[in-house]
């Protein structure tokens, strides 16, 4: 019962390279999101999607690119990373816009130097 | 818009202590509100929800009560273990509020760390 995996669980890049993280579901969920999880700033909506096809920004995505071309798949690009994007990043999903339960990823922990 | 605010952390208490962190919600519509917990290491896990005004959610002796009318959704254990040391997020979601000028997405708290010694 895999539910929601993530890719890499550990990353260091240096500022201006680029790379995706991974995020798979197997519960044929609609609705999945990614999250940054920053000390003392609980956990920010980066972008979501709300099925395969179709994807909106959340609170913080600047520099950050998305794209749902399967209901199982949604990949977070990193453009150019930079120090500020050191962070732990969460992949969630559930069954549909209602968020009646969100089924988390164990996190990817991304350093930038 | 919506938003969440929960008692800053950290809490330390003794094995057998009675617990409670604080959350309260700001809202456009009638929103769902849930309390998530992340062990370390982990992503987070749904603990307990509730969907409308007076409902109780509990589960693994924890419980909270969804009161409209002091926009609460407080979380308790009467006898906290060590097992529970985690990071506890109060959230909601407010599907009616895309309407009414709110969000169906996902809002948390900052989370409140606690620590039970043995």
């Known amino acids: 019962n895999a539910g929601v995996t993530q890719t890499p669980k550990f990353q260091v890049l240096k500022t201006g390279q680029s790379m995706t993280l991974q995020c798979a579901q197997d519960?044929?969920?609609?609705?999945m999101s990614w999250y940054r999880q920053d000390p003392g700033m609980g956990l920010r909506l980066i972008h979501y999607?709300?099925?395969?096809?179709?994807?909106d920004q959340g609170e913080v995505p600047n520099g950050y690119n998305v794209s749902r071309s399967t209901t199982e798949d949604f990949p977070l690009r990193l453009l150019s990373a930079a120090p500020s994007q050191t962070s732990v990043y969460f992949c969630?999903?559930?069954?549909?816009?209602?968020?009646?339960?969100?089924?988390f990823g164990q996190g990817t922990r991304l350093t930038v130097v | 818009g919506n938003s969440v605010t929960q008692m800053e952390g950290p809490v330390t208490l003794s094995e057998e202590a009675f617990l409670t962190i604080n959350c309260t919600y700001t809202?456009?519509?009638?929103?769902?509100l849930f309390w998530y917990v992340q062990y370390p290491g982990e992503g987070l896990q749904l603990l307990l929800k509730?969907?409308?005004?007076?409902d109780k959610g509990s589960n693994k002796g924890f419980e909270a009560t969804y009161r409209k009318e002091t926009t609460s959704f407080h979380l308790e254990k009467g006898s906290v273990q060590v097992s529970d040391s985690a990071v506890y997020f109060c959230?909601?979601?407010?599907?009616?509020?895309?309407?009414?000028?709110?969000?169906?997405?996902?809002?948390f708290g900052k989370g409140t760390k606690l620590t039970v010694n043995p």
């Open positions: 999607s709300v099925g395969a096809g179709i994807t």
């Open positions: 969630a999903s559930s069954r549909d816009r209602l968020n009646t339960e969100a089924f």
């Open positions: 509730a969907t409308k005004a007076d």
């Open positions: 809202a456009t519509g009638y929103p769902s």
């Open positions: 519960m044929n969920h609609e609705y």
């Open positions: 959230a909601l979601s407010d599907p009616g509020g895309v309407t009414q000028g709110g969000s169906e997405k996902l809002v």
